[in-house]
């Protein structure tokens, strides 16, 4: 009887030891730290500070960022020598750039993720403030590149989810090298004409999710760099901008493919393109396939469908060439809507490389309220169910 209620003893306290160090979750709040929520004491130090904090932890750990204007400066948060592999980052207020642009202008990156595993960004607003940096641009005069708003690099199991991001010097947000990461919940904007302010780009990463997102901009939505595989783009709102990009690839020789992409139930309003791959007319090993475009709504969009792989902007480093990259395996399945030029679908492959099983399937688009038209070039496939513009694919 002893030995047994002592065995229980043990149980329960066993069990409550083993359930106070899961949910054991160590807290850093950036104001404790120093950070000022006035939009104009620079709050770099106790950012970092925070993720110095919970990096060295062997707790699982928030980073907690209360309401208010928190203005940063360039700010990388390394993660090769954490301890942790789950930091949450919980924002209910909004970083916000220097807004002098030369700050964070030159740096390539604003908040930079590298070598991070785990970590978790919830809400929160990121204001890089491009607007002067743009008109500098738009003015002709030298201005800094300009920098990408949040990136991450060679790193695994992110997870972002309802984050705003306004106003990018240059790409908003940046997933490259990078393994399972998850953007769900996302609100990118900038104006329709803010020069390269690209909402989101993979690259060189898979299994990577993008979900339940607005994004409107000035240039693509969403852009997808060479090396990407399993990339699952869902419920997806993208205009103003230049729609959902597969490249420009092929410009290096050596490139690594993509493959494997999803683009399901995506809205595209007033952009110049909906649904695009694009390669440079240059000689690659790089490839397309397995891709799948499937119940895409197109409201007055200039390029619907369109593949261009004569892409060779002012005709410079590339004259005369065609592209080497391999396009195969495209589907474009229960695509309707409205065109804003007549050719709605244009499949412009490489003459050196055509492109081969191209599947049309339930395919609708008009132009002012007649069937749009279609034009293909090197491209081999298949049409079924109604397909509108003409399939002009060879098989
Ligand atoms: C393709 O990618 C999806 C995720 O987007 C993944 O679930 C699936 O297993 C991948 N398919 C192959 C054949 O790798």
């Known amino acids: 009887m002893a030995s047994l209620v002592s065995f229980l003893a043990f149980h329960f306290l066993f069990t409550i030891f083993q359930y106070s160090s899961l949910a054991a979750n160590v807290n850093y709040n950036v104001q404790t730290l120093g950070a000022k929520p006035d939009g104009k004491t620079d709050s770099t130090k106790a950012f970092l500070s925070a993720w110095t904090s919970a990096c060295a932890s062997g707790q699982p750990a928030t980073i907690y960022v209360p309401p208010g204007r928190f203005l940063l400066g360039t700010a990388t948060f390394a993660g090769q020598s954490c301890k942790n592999q789950a930091i949450t980052i919980q ?9 002098n642009y030369n700050v964070i202008g030159n740096s390539g990156t604003w908040i930079n993720f590298e070598g991070v595993t785990g970590v978790s960004v919830i809400g929160g607003t990121l204001d890089a403030q491009g607007a002067n940096l743009w008109a500098c641009k738009n003015s002709g005069k030298s201005c800094p590149t300009g920098a990408t708003t949040l990136a991450f690099y060679n790193s695994k199991n992110i997870m972002i989810s309802g984050l705003s991001s306004i106003n990018s010097q240059m790409f908003h947000i940046l997933v ?3 393994q399972n990461a998850k953007l769900v919940g996302m609100k990118v904007s900038a104006p329709g004409n803010s020069p390269n302010t690209d909402g989101i780009h993979v690259e060189k990463s898979s299994s990577v999710t993008i979900m339940n997102s607005k994004i409107g901009t000035g240039d693509d939505c969403i852009s997808i760099g060479p090396g990407t595989s399993n990339l699952w783009i869902e419920n997806v709102a993208c205009g103003p901008g230049h ?6 690839l092929g410009w290096e020789m050596q490139e690594p493919g993509v493959q494997n992409v999803t683009v399901k139930s995506a809205t595209f309003t007033g952009t110049q393109n909906g649904v695009r791959v694009k390669t440079w007319a240059r000689p690659s090993k790089g490839f ?3 891709v799948l475009f499937q119940h895409l709504v197109m409201v007055n969009v200039e390029n619907p469908i369109i593949i261009d792989q004569n892409y060779c902007p002012g005709g410079q ?3 005369d060439q065609v592209s080497g990259v391999k396009i195969s395996d495209i589907t474009y399945q229960d695509i309707h809507g409205s065109s804003a030029t007549e050719i709605a679908m244009k499949l412009d492959c ?3 490389n055509p492109c081969s099983d191209i ?16 034009s293909c070039i090197n491209a081999d496939g298949k049409a079924s169910g109604l397909v509108q513009p003409n399939n002009c694919l060879y098989n």
Request: glycine fraction near 12%; charged fraction near 20%.
């Open 91 to 99: 924002i209910d207020g909004t970083l916000v750039a220097p807004s």
């Open 176 to 178: 490259y090298g990078s």
């Open 243 to 248: 729609g959902i990009s597969i490249g420009s």
């Open 288 to 290: 397309v396939k397995y």
């Open 317 to 319: 480093n590339c004259p």
């Open 350 to 352: 490489s003459k050196g």
């Open 359 to 374: 599947n049309l399937e339930d395919v609708k688009l008009t132009y002012k309220n007649e069937p749009a038209h279609s």
